[in-house]
């Protein structure tokens, strides 16, 4: 039986009979089951960033950001997403770089807005500093550099 069937098995349960004494204990396992399917979610997109296959990092990311958008993994998901971004557009053909590295800044602003306290910043500024000089950015008022 997969985790998905099983939570699917639970919630019908709860449905079919919401006064029995085992409701909770039907909880409780809907919420270790999510929580299992969530980790794995994570550890395969994980495994894409890990494995230098930046772009389908990406998508993993993506999809698992927003099918568990409030995962306790959220904070380091934006973040490999944001670096894969980066090493993505890095690793790009020049005439493609440009449009990459726009794509990147973008996810920078977002990410920050959501963590502006992040553990990351070190590396998120290093990240950021790199994309506005190779956009041609002043870091300082965000404006192209004549």
Request: aromatic content about 14%.
């Amino acid at each position: 039986m997969s985790t998905h069937s099983a939570i699917d098995g639970f919630t019908l349960f709860i449905r079919r009979f919401p006064a029995s004494s085992r409701v909770e204990d039907a909880r409780n396992f809907i919420a270790e089951l999510t929580e299992k399917v969530v980790q794995k979610s994570y550890i395969s997109a994980k495994l894409y960033y890990d494995m230098k296959q930046y772009k389908a990092a990406v998508v993993a990311l993506d999809n698992s950001l927003k099918e568990y958008p409030e995962t306790k993994y959220r904070e380091e998901m934006m973040y490999l997403k944001l670096n894969s971004l980066f090493l993505y557009a890095e690793n790009s053909i020049a005439e493609r770089q440009t449009e990459r590295y726009q794509e990147a800044l973008d996810d920078y602003f977002s990410f920050m807005e959501e963590f502006p306290e992040t553990s990351y910043s070190r590396d998120v500024s290093r990240i950021y500093q790199a994309m506005t000089r190779r956009l041609g950015i002043d870091p300082a008022n965000n404006q192209l550099i004549n």
